[in-house]
């Protein structure tokens, strides 16, 4: 299911909810999250919204061959089976070596996919 499908469900979900029956800080806080979801599913439809948040920046160490990088962060993401909107890069060190690592949340478990040592060969 895309992110978008996810917000839609949310959407859904928040508006089946029988608000009369609660107290009237339940009501805002419910108002608040409806206004959210749905201002997030409509920044997942419009094509500009995520596209600009799903690239990741070029980290100066690779900017002489930011073509490389972006195919590493690609196959990264192609790799772990997950949307760019989901994973989040960082950097992890490994006998004094730093390498990048693409992080996502699956439950309670944190998943890691290998992208690219910090200091390109």
Same mark, same amino acid.
């Given at each position: ?12 979900a928040?508006?089946r @909810?029988? =608000? ?7 009501? +805002? ?7 959210? =979801?749905d ?7 419009? +094509?500009?919204g995520? +596209?600009?948040?799903?690239? =990741? ?5 690779w900017?002489?061959?930011? +073509? ?13 089976? @997950?949307p ?9 060190? @490994? ?14 478990? =944190? ?11």
């Amino acid at each position: 299911m895309s992110d978008e499908d996810y917000a839609h469900q949310a959407l859904s979900a928040l508006e089946r @909810i029988d =608000v009369e029956a609660l107290e009237q800080e339940c009501r +805002d806080a419910h108002e608040d999250a409806v206004a959210a =979801v749905d201002e997030l599913a409509v920044l997942l439809e419009s +094509d500009s919204g995520v +596209d600009d948040q799903d690239s =990741v920046d070029t980290p100066e160490e690779w900017a002489d061959d930011e +073509d490389d990088w972006d195919e590493k962060v690609a196959d990264a993401y192609e790799q772990a089976e @997950i949307p760019r909107s989901k994973g989040t890069l960082t950097v992890k060190t @490994i006998d004094d070596r730093e390498y990048y690592y693409l992080q996502w949340r699956e439950g309670d478990k =944190v998943k890691s996919q290998y992208v690219a040592p910090v200091k390109p060969a």
